[in-house]
């Protein structure tokens, strides 16, 4: 811990549009000092650096030198896995956006870093936090809908653009995207992980290269069936994304969780463009508390880098599977 007893973070890239909530989050927290933001994007790290009024770093090194605790990777996918070993060998605790990265190996890679220098490992997966999905997991703990027979998921969104639509950078489109958030939350209602997936995946709304649509089939160990449709298949006036549901079908009864329902609706005319004004729970906000609640009080991570793993494995075998067009058996070889 510090000596000011402030847990003292630097961002590492702003590529992602999550850097934005998380760094704005993290400044408004008194047990938080934001030391830096470090972006190879130079004229990034300085026009953002600006913005929260906190200092510029033109290389990550530089940041990782500076008194602080932790980090928080907001960069490309692909580039998590090169990031998070950095921050690991500087004996720095680690916030990493999703996915974990865009294949098995460097996520091992993160894991085995983080453990061979004793630092923590979290994965961002803010809708763990939403009160409705906080809310339909204690119910199902209590038994309450008995046991669980299937689940049908949705995360649409418009589609984001940027390196998002780069292969090379992202790991995929819209499955890779949007699939590792409400395969998480199944993982972590059920306690149970995904032992076969079937999916049909295609690029037919955006004139991309890049997936923009699909279905998921997969089945849980111990029988659990369940569906996921990803989709990018909101107009671009759209929230990027947020059209999180869950329908868990129990023995006993029905839940329905729409995720972020504790909204209100803004059409903006002169932007174009659709919006929520947020006056629930906020997500972002409760997991950046729970990642510095980590490091205070050295707890384990609520969302472990395992955790951002077999969310991802889920994604690359729902790839395998379009492509040999048959079920694919977990985990992948």
Not at 325 to 332: G, R, T
Request: aromatic share 8%; with cysteine; charged share 30%.
């Amino acid at each position: 811990m510090a000596s000011d007893d402030k847990v003292k973070v630097g961002i590492m890239s702003f590529a992602h549009m999550h850097a934005h909530s998380y760094t704005a989050y993290l400044l408004g927290m008194d047990s938080v000092r934001v030391a830096g933001i470090a972006d190879e994007d130079k004229k990034r790290a300085r026009a953002m650096a600006k913005e929260f009024k906190v200092k510029a770093f033109d290389n990550y090194k530089k940041l990782l030198k500076e008194d602080i605790e932790a980090v928080v990777i907001c960069s490309e996918n692909s580039k998590h896995c090169e990031l998070a070993v950095m921050a690991a060998e500087a004996k720095k605790h680690i916030l990493c956006e999703k996915p974990i990265s865009t294949n098995i190996k460097d996520a091992q890679k993160m894991i085995e870093a983080c453990k061979k220098n004793n630092v923590k490992l979290m994965i961002a997966f803010p809708c763990r936090y939403l009160t409705a999905v906080t809310r339909a997991r204690r119910i199902i703990e209590n038994g309450e809908i008995g046991r669980i027979l299937a689940i049908k998921g949705t995360n649409h969104g418009s589609m984001p653009g940027g390196w998002f639509v780069d292969a090379k950078k992202s790991g995929g489109g819209a499955i890779m995207d949007h699939t590792v958030h409400v395969v998480d939350l199944m993982r972590w209602i059920l306690n149970k992980e995904v032992k076969r997936v079937y999916a049909e995946i295609d690029k037919s709304i955006h004139n991309k290269k890049i997936d923009d649509c699909g279905t998921l089939a997969f089945e849980f160990h111990g029988g659990v069936i369940a569906t996921l449709d990803p989709s990018w298949s909101r107009p671009k006036s759209y929230m990027t994304w947020g059209d999180v549901t869950l329908d868990i079908i129990g023995e006993k009864g029905v839940i329905q969780v729409d995720a972020f329902a504790q909204a209100i609706n803004v059409f903006d005319d002169s932007k174009n463009k659709h919006y929520w004004a947020n006056w629930g729970s906020n997500a972002d906000a409760k997991l950046l508390r729970s990642f510095i609640d980590m490091i205070r009080y050295n707890k384990e991570p609520m969302i472990s880098g395992y955790d951002g793993l077999k969310a991802m494995e889920v994604a690359l075998g729902a790839y395998e599977s379009a492509k040999k067009k048959q079920a694919v058996e977990l985990p992948l070889k």
